[in-house]
């Protein structure tokens, strides 16, 4: 009964044709729904240029955005992190189960981010401890104001303990649009730009987290030659 009201709600409260460019931000769905969806299973993307997180729950077979938040503080600039002490804010692919929150972290609450994932190791990145948190400051973390972490945090446990296993994130150094890449093709981290890009756009197009994989220390997004042995999600490590 609560699935069929739910979908009786989203033809109320859910907008039929929203137009805009590629690069605008999605409208959030309308306040009514949002506490509904409490518990369903959630993704987050992160845009460093914007300073935007983005939340999104499911809503029948499609992700649909809960809200924006403002990121009060990241560190480093654009680009990945490499070297534990670089003070670098992560930029990739990662996965956040039960076990990477942190109810009592001291900077208020935390979601640690996975940091080195698969992808990382595979570069020979290091670091420990790269959250969302609050408190509003950063030393290679993505640091939201109390009130924001506080709504981001409770999606994320109720998600998680109603039966999502794992929360998966991708951290954009921008809105990958064609127009932003050419505005950055000078950049040295364009090539790895380039395999973040396919992420983004399959996003955008199926309202479905992709499916990503690491395959000679390189994400593959989607990837369309499936081997007899089936591909795990990209991989994340647990810190304390």
């Not at 029948?60 to 924006?68: A, K, S, T, V």
């Not at 804010?89 to 942190?102: A, C, N, V």
């Not at 505005?183 to 981290?189: A, D, E, V």
Request: net charge positive.
């Amino acid at each position: 009964m609560q699935k069929i009201a739910l979908s009786i709600a989203m033809l109320f409260f859910l907008p039929s044709v929203v137009v805009t460019s590629v690069a605008s931000e999605p409208a959030p769905i309308a306040k009514e729904l949002k506490q509904q969806l409490l518990g369903s299973p959630i993704y987050i993307q992160i845009f460093k240029e914007e300073r935007i997180l983005e939340l999104y729950a499911k809503v029948g077979n499609e992700y649909r955005l809960l809200d924006h938040y403002p990121i009060c503080k990241y560190s480093g600039g654009l680009g990945p992190k490499r070297v534990e002490g670089d003070l670098k804010s992560p930029e990739g692919f990662y996965q956040i189960d039960l076990r990477q929150l942190k109810p009592d972290s001291h900077y208020y609450k935390a979601i640690n981010i996975g940091f080195p994932n698969e992808y990382d190791r595979a570069q020979g990145y290091s670091g420990r401890y790269l959250m969302i948190h609050g408190e509003c400051v950063s030393v290679g973390c993505y640091a939201m104001t109390n009130n924001y972490i506080d709504e981001i945090y409770r999606y994320a446990e109720a998600a998680l303990r109603n039966g999502q296993t794992k929360i998966d994130l991708a951290i954009y150094p921008f809105r990958m649009t064609e127009t932003n890449m050419q505005r950055h093709r000078n950049s040295t981290y364009n090539s790895f730009w380039r395999q973040l890009q396919p992420g983004y756009a399959y996003f955008n197009q199926n309202y479905q987290p992709p499916l990503i994989t690491v395959n000679n220390g390189q994400y593959v997004v989607n990837p369309s030659v499936i081997s007899s042995e089936k591909p795990s999600r990209y991989a994340f490590t647990q810190t304390k």
